[in-house]
């Protein structure tokens, strides 16, 4: 059974950091690509960073560059978001999904391209 579980967020004060991991089973050797998403209270579901299967294809929403850094480690099949320089207005659920079909690409503008979703890690970013 296909299946992604998140971990590691937390309260944490502005400038702080965090790493989410998302631990990946099930699927076929390293052949998925992840993204990570999230929500704040009252907003629509935001996606924040990809990675691509083949690991050469990464993205990041405007508001996370330079502060944000998506990486994989295919023996622990975990993909991990660094997350620093945290601002109030990071604070959501953190949500990691995955697909398995496509090697060289991923998306953070289509939630509809991945199959497999985490139940979300909760980041608070406050004083």
């Known amino acids: 059974q296909r299946q992604v579980v998140e971990s590691g967020g937390g309260l944490v004060q502005p400038g702080g950091s965090l790493r989410l991991s998302c631990e990946v089973s099930?699927?076929?050797?390293?052949?998925?690509?992840v993204g990570w998403f999230r929500q704040a209270p009252g907003k629509e579901r935001e996606g924040v960073s990809c990675i691509s299967s083949s690991e050469d294809y990464s993205v990041y929403t405007d508001s996370v560059k330079a502060r944000f850094t998506i990486s994989r480690d295919a023996a622990k099949n975990t993909v991990y978001l660094q997350m620093n320089n945290l601002k109030p207005e990071d604070t959501a659920v953190y949500y990691c999904a995955a697909e398995g079909t496509v090697r060289h690409m991923c998306s953070i503008t289509w939630p509809g391209w991945y199959d497999v979703w985490g139940r979300g890690t909760q980041v608070t970013v406050s004083s």
């Open positions: 099930g699927f076929i050797s390293d052949y998925y690509g």
